[in-house]
Nanobody, 123 residues
Framework: VQLQASGGGSVQRGGSLRLSCRDSRRTFSNNGVGWFRQAPGKERELVAGISWRGGSTIYADSVKGRFTISRDSARNTVDLQMNSLEPEDTAVYYC?????????????????WGRGTLVTVSS
């Protein structure tokens, strides 16, 4: 599994961004996938996760109602639509494939990680 994250950038408060995670080797279709973020001085945390068939999703409380995770099996991508962005959402965002078909909030349950993409939200 080789994951590639893209879509980061700089926006103002209230803006939107869409992150995309692509598996270039087309093998994470059997894995749960999570989007994590890490802000300076903070631990990496799960933002959103989706099961291998997309039937189950989980979100951090801080992003519920603002972020939406989805997966496109045909394109082999998992996207994170981020709306109503706040300065507190500023972080490096990573996508990761879980060891199992489901997702959890524990970083230790994720085996494959893509390089991060920076999201900066200004006030």
């Amino acid at each position: 599994v080789q994951l590639q994250a893209s879509g980061g950038g700089s926006v103002q408060r209230g803006g939107s961004l869409r992150l995309s995670c692509r598996d270039s080797r087309r093998t994470f279709s059997n894995n749960g996938v999570g989007w994590f973020r890490q802000a300076p001085g903070k631990e990496r945390e799960l933002v959103a996760g989706i099961s291998w068939r997309g039937g189950s999703t989980i979100y951090a409380d801080s992003v519920k109602g603002r972020f939406t995770i989805s997966r496109d099996s045909a394109r082999n991508t998992v996207d994170l639509q981020m709306n109503s962005l706040e300065p507190e959402d500023t972080a490096v965002y990573y996508c990761a494939a879980a060891r199992t078909p489901v997702t959890t909030r524990d970083v230790r349950d994720y085996r494959y990680w893509g390089r991060g993409t920076l999201v900066t939200v200004s006030s």
